[in-house]
C-alpha cells in the first residue's frame, strides 16, 4: 500500500531531461525529509537523493531532488541509457507505527 | 565500506517456517534502525517494519502486524524476518536496509522467498 503518489512511467530521448514527482500529505512529505531511490533491474534499491536534495558520494549531478509542500520531484538531466530503471520516492509518516512510506514508482524510459 | 548481507534465496512450501537474516558490518549494528522491505513480482515497495538492534525495538507497519516477527541478535550484528506459517502471498524478494536520518542505505542484496506447493 503506497501512501506516496507517482506517475506509472515518464521517458525522454537520451540527452534530455525527465522530472518525476512525489505527492504526499502533511504528515509525510510535508513535515519530514524526502529520499529518492534507484532500482535497476534485478537488482536492489540504491538511494539516490537524501533530505530533500543531497546526493550521495559517487551519485553525478545530473540527479537533482526538491520539495514543496507535500510534494517532491526527482529531475534527472542529461539522460542516459543507463539511467533506464525504475525510482521511488520514499518519506517518513509521522501517522504510522513503522513510519516509513514509499511511492508507487516511476519507470524511466530512454528513447 | 558499511554493507547488508542477506541470506540466500528459499523455495518453501504453505504452512511452512522460514527465517531469513541480515548481518550488518562495517558500522557499529546496534546504533541504526534496520528495516525490512517487501516487493512482490513486478510491485514497488512496502515498509514492513523495523528494528533497533541495541534494544531490540520493534515496530511494524499496519499491514505486516502479526503476519511476519522482526528480531535482532545484536552479538552478532545480524537482523532477521520471520515467518510461522507461510502463504503463496508471501512470495516476493525481501530487502533490509540500515535506516539513518530518515532514509535507507545500504540496502541488502535482497531475498527472494518463493511459496509454492
Known amino acids: 500500500q503506497s501512501v506516496l503518489t507517482q506517475p506509472p512511467s515518464v521517458s525522454a530521448a537520451p540527452g534530455q531531461k525527465v522530472t518525476i514527482s512525489c505527492s504526499g500529505n502533511s504528515s509525510n512529505i510535508g513535515n519530514n525529509y524526502v529520499s529518492w531511490y534507484r532500482q535497476l533491474p534485478g537488482t536492489a534499491p540504491k538511494l539516490l537523493i537524501y533530505?530533500?536534495?543531497k546526493r550521495p558520494s559517487g551519485i553525478p549531478d545530473r540527479f537533482s531532488g526538491s520539495k514543496s509542500g507535500t510534494s517532491a520531484t526527482l529531475d534527472i538531466t542529461g539522460l542516459q541509457t543507463g539511467d533506464e530503471a525504475d525510482y521511488y520516492c520514499?518519506?517518513?509518516?509521522?501517522?504510522?507505527?513503522?513510519?516509513?512510506?514509499f511511492g508507487t514508482g516511476t519507470k524511466v524510459a530512454v528513447l | 565500506e558499511v554493507q547488508l548481507e542477506q541470506s540466500g534465496a528459499e523455495l518453501k512450501k504453505p504452512g511452512e517456517s522460514l527465517n531469513i537474516s541480515c548481518k550488518g558490518s562495517?558500522?557499529?549494528?546496534?546504533?541504526?534502525?534496520i528495516g525490512w522491505v517487501r516487493q512482490m513480482p513486478g510491485k514497488g515497495l512496502e515498509c514492513m517494519g523495523i528494528i533497533y538492534p541495541g534494544d531490540s525495538d520493534t515496530r511494524y507497519s499496519p499491514s505486516f502486524q502479526g503476519q511476519v516477527t522482526i528480531s535482532a541478535d545484536k552479538s552478532i550484528s545480524t537482523a532477521y524476518l520471520q515467518w510461522s506459517s507461510l502463504r503463496a502471498s508471501d512470495t516476493a524478494t525481501y530487502y533490509c536496509?540500515?535506516?539513518?536520518?530518515?532514509?535507507?542505505?545500504?540496502w541488502g542484496q535482497g531475498t527472494l522467498v518463493t511459496v509454492s506447493s
Open positions: 533530505e530533500n536534495n
Open positions: 562495517g558500522y557499529t549494528f546496534t546504533n541504526h534502525w
Open positions: 520514499g518519506t517518513w509518516d509521522s501517522s504510522l507505527s513503522a513510519g516509513g512510506v
Open positions: 536496509a540500515r535506516f539513518i536520518a530518515g532514509r535507507l542505505d545500504p
